[in-house]
């Protein structure tokens, strides 16, 4: 099974939870709100929103109550695309290294052996 979904499916229960506890059954009718909410998160990893990895934006709330709403041309919006996925990529590469050094300072090195050294040899695994 998959850990990231099964915790964002605890997460996404959770807020229904706490919407629906005076009517249980309208749960339905929650769930395009939980699941705007959900996305409109950033994550901590990129730092950005899943609307703003995957649209580039991050959608308004309301649209109608936008003001005048201007179509961007496709160009427009590739570009905008590919500097949002440019922007996730680069951070994911920053909190990898990050993760990466604080679970090196937890690692011992690495024993040295010479050519011809004796060593302990545990045979729990051999088979």
Known sequence: ???????ANQDLEGMLRCLVTQNPSSWSQQLSWVEYAHNS???SSTGLSPFECSLGYQPPIFPSLEAEVTVPSAHAFVQRCRRTWRKARETLLLVRARTKAQAD???SKP????M???VWL?????Q
């Open 111 to 114: 024993p040295v052996y010479v």
């Open 122 to 126: 545990s045979s729990k695994d051999i």
């Open 105 to 107: 300072r937890h690692r």
């Open 116 to 118: 011809g050294q004796k």
């Open 41 to 43: 998160l950033p994550v």
């Open 1 to 7: 099974s998959n850990g990231k979904t099964e915790r």
